[in-house]
């Protein structure tokens, strides 16, 4: 089994976890083209129901 020979440095660890930091991304936000509410992409609306130009789940 592998082990270190030596201790792995505080600057050596914290350079290589910055490197995934970037990888986060904002998720994009649209305007639902019914109510213009903010909705996710590739989602039916909450506050309407519509998906695609119809109606896909029933809101009260």
Do not use: D
Request: proline share 8%.
């Amino acid at each position: 089994m592998g082990v270190p020979k030596k201790r792995t440095s505080k600057m050596r660890r914290n350079r290589r976890r910055a490197a995934n930091s970037n990888l986060k991304v904002a998720v994009q936000v649209i305007a639902c083209p019914q109510c213009k509410e903010p909705v996710l992409p590739h989602r039916a609306c909450p506050a309407c129901g519509f998906y695609k130009g119809r109606e896909v789940v029933k809101v009260e």
